[in-house]
């Protein structure tokens, strides 16, 4: 009579194979992530600066929201200067010194780029005001 039905807990066994595994990949993808993030970091920091003649084509935001159950709500926003070069292409920079609010659609001039990163725009025929 006790002996037919299945046994107390059967299926406890199944989690203690499952959750590991499912740590494990977790874990697998989070240091995965980090690690990626910096060689990507290292390569855009060790690449040579170019100076090369362009014209800013669009100007974007990315807000990429983190919300943390204990720590409340923060938000980061990235920004993005589009290229267009001499010859016709255009490439996306990400902005690392604060240039987004400086240039405008339409401006022509000098950026110097680090990888994907756009680190100095200077405008040709910059409006510089007469020293009194």
């Known amino acids: ?55 800013v084509v669009a100007k974007r935001m990315d807000v990429r929201n983190n919300a943390r159950h204990h720590e409340g709500h923060s938000s980061r926003t990235y920004y993005y200067i589009t290229l267009e070069f001499d010859n016709g292409t255009r490439k996306e920079y990400l902005d690392v010194k604060n240039l987004f609010g400086l240039v405008v659609e339409g401006d022509a001039g000098y950026a110097a780029t680090k990888g994907d990163w756009i680190v100095d725009f200077e405008r040709e025929g910059a409006y510089i005001p007469k020293q009194s």
């Open 1 to 55: 009579m006790f002996g037919n039905g299945p046994p107390i807990g059967g299926g406890v066994g199944i989690l203690f194979t499952i959750v590991p595994i499912f740590i494990g990949i977790v874990f697998i993808v989070v240091i995965g992530s980090l690690i990626f993030r910096g060689v990507r970091y290292a390569q855009n920091a060790s690449a040579p600066r170019e100076s090369v003649h362009a014209r």
